[in-house]
């Protein structure tokens, strides 16, 4: 299994991560016997991580309850937003909130 290079487009997040000396010298020591870097060895572990996990059984279900929750959070954060400045679509139609009053005068905005 390995990834293709990140490039500037693709984005590309860095990981500082501590290890106890005996794991960073084993790591180090594979990763050597394999003929690779530490960073792509480091991505390989991540890469072995995440497909273990989304194998597990339960492993949908979990995601899909975090979705869920997303789209709660979203909706609440929607309903605010609404309570201030109106519908989305009125918002987004005049690219400004309607109503309310003006930030500089404090005058009624129409």
């Not at 870097?37 to 309850?65: C, H, M, N």
């Not at 989305?88 to 400004?96: F, I, M, N, P, R």
Request: zero cysteines; a neutral charge.
């Amino acid at each position: 299994m390995t990834s293709p290079k990140p490039d500037a487009k693709s984005g590309v997040k860095t990981l500082g991560i501590r290890l106890p000396d005996a794991l960073h010298a084993q790591f180090a020591l594979v990763a050597q016997l394999d003929g690779i870097s530490l960073g792509d060895a480091a991505i390989r572990a991540v890469e072995l991580y995440v497909t273990a996990k989304t194998q597990e059984s339960d492993f949908a279900a979990r995601a899909a309850a975090a979705l869920d929750e997303i789209e709660r959070e979203a909706a609440a954060r929607r309903g605010a937003i609404e309570s201030l400045f109106g519908p989305a679509d009125q918002l987004a139609s005049t690219g400004k909130p309607t109503g309310g009053r003006s930030r500089k005068t404090g005058a009624e905005e129409q």
